[in-house]
């Protein structure tokens, strides 16, 4: 199973819901056959769940620290924002 193509899939349908603000150009991108999301790594936390963040996207929320989607186990369960975070 590659996690990659399966966090893509999974922000290419959540992001088209309106609580994501996506812009109509942005929304037909989510179309598109050419990766949106890139360079992948993975966060792993003690209880099972991770994230699958993308450091790359042409998206403008993915802007300055990607975006990412979080997992249990080997199912997607929520996007995560990261446009509003702090660096550390």
Do not use: C, K
Not at 1 to 11: C, Q
Not at 44 to 67: K, Q, V, Y
């Amino acid at each position: 199973m590659n996690f990659a193509e399966v966090a893509a899939d999974y922000l290419r349908q959540q992001l088209r819901e309106p609580q994501f603000g996506l812009p109509h150009s942005e929304l037909v991108e989510l179309d598109a056959t050419e990766s949106l999301f890139g360079e992948p790594e993975a966060v792993i936390w003690a209880d099972g769940t991770w994230l699958l963040r993308f450091a790359e996207s042409r998206l403008e929320m993915a802007d300055p620290f990607g975006i990412g989607v979080l997992f249990a186990g080997t199912t997607p369960y929520a996007v995560e924002d990261l446009s509003g975070a702090e660096p550390v």
